[in-house]
């Protein structure tokens, strides 16, 4: 049995997901790259960067994962 408080983390630093459209997510829509997850900040455990270099953080549901190559190979190296 699981504790409450675990995290489960099914992504990975470099994947490429899509943000889901709901009205109160930016960038509803949009592909972006997961730069980092931090499981504990309060804004959302997952900093998530766009090709047009805005970040923003987000939470599990907001996103899903994709195998998409809408993101530039140039932005992807910039990562790495």
Known sequence: MLDKNVILIDMRVGNTVRIRRTWRSPHAGAFGVV?????????????????????????????????????????IREFF
Not at 52 to 75: A, K, N, V
């Open 35 to 75: 730069l980092a997850i931090e499981p504990n900040d309060p804004y959302g455990a997952y900093l998530i960067e766009f090709e047009d270099g805005l970040r923003f953080r987000y939470q599990r549901q907001e996103f899903e994962p994709t195998e998409s190559t809408y993101i530039h190979e140039r932005t």
